[in-house]
């Protein structure tokens, strides 16, 4: 079983500036997917990114980027040059690369952007 | 690509009817889908998995006779409220994983559904 530790409730971020979202996981698999979600205040769930525990190169979606540290079980999200359309809730997830990929999710980074 | 339609997106009924909801995977054919609940500024909770053509994997404290879950096809599945009462009263969340693509290792959610039972 997973474990998915996002240890900041809020972060802000000026317009145009870079943040990092941080995100903990623990398992015992070897092969396993971690993704990146965002809930904008339609709390419609979008995914923003996604990562292969296999794959040692980070994965990149436009702005967004993760630092994917396998020994470390860290998956950070970068958002680089911040809008206000980035606004939103951010959730950590991950399951196992096997079964019925049931997700395991952080409980959430509330993001905010100054104009 | 990947897109989940849930419906009805906000419904109020009176306490002891039973509500539908439906969730559509519409360009792909979803071979599992899941069901969450969300209470306000929390995270989603995993209510139940639902392969296609087979029953329904409740979570532990998730009442499979209040909530009943049907998988039918590869692009619908429904999650039934039997019996509503307000403290049912919350949004649900449906996802879709399956064929196609990056399809099967990812999920792909659904609009949500806000539940009022008055």
């Known amino acids: 079983a997973q474990t998915v530790t996002q240890s900041q409730p809020e972060m802000s971020v000026q317009e145009a500036e870079t943040v990092t979202l941080s995100c903990t996981y623990d398992?015992?698999?070897?092969?396993?997917?971690l993704f990146w979600y965002k809930q904008p205040p339609s709390r419609q769930m979008i995914l923003v990114i996604r990562?292969?525990?296999?794959?040692?190169q980070n994965a990149t979606e436009n702005r967004f980027s993760v630092n994917f540290q396998k020994a470390a079980k860290s998956f950070s999200l970068k958002i680089s040059d911040s809008q206000l359309g980035d606004a939103a809730m951010y959730f950590c997830a991950g399951h196992s690369g096997a079964g019925s990929y049931q997700l395991t999710f952080g409980k959430g980074t509330k993001l905010s952007v100054i104009p | 690509g990947a897109v989940v339609s849930q419906h009805p997106s906000r419904v109020i009924c009176k306490s002891g009817t039973s509500v539908k909801i439906e969730c559509r995977s519409l360009d792909f054919q979803a071979t599992t889908m899941f069901w969450y609940r969300q209470f306000p500024k929390q995270s989603l909770m995993l209510m139940a998995t639902?392969?296609?053509?087979?029953?329904?994997?409740?979570e532990q404290g998730v009442e499979k006779d209040k909530f009943l879950i049907n998988h039918a096809s590869l692009t619908l599945s429904t999650l039934t409220v039997t019996s509503a009462h307000p403290e049912d009263s919350s949004f649900y969340i449906c996802s879709a994983s399956g064929m196609g693509g990056g399809a099967k290792e990812t999920q792909y959610f659904g609009p949500g559904t806000r539940l009022l039972v008055l």
């Open positions: 990562q292969e525990a296999y794959k040692q």
């Open positions: 639902s392969n296609e053509g087979s029953k329904a994997t409740y």
């Open positions: 398992t015992s698999e070897s092969d396993y997917y």
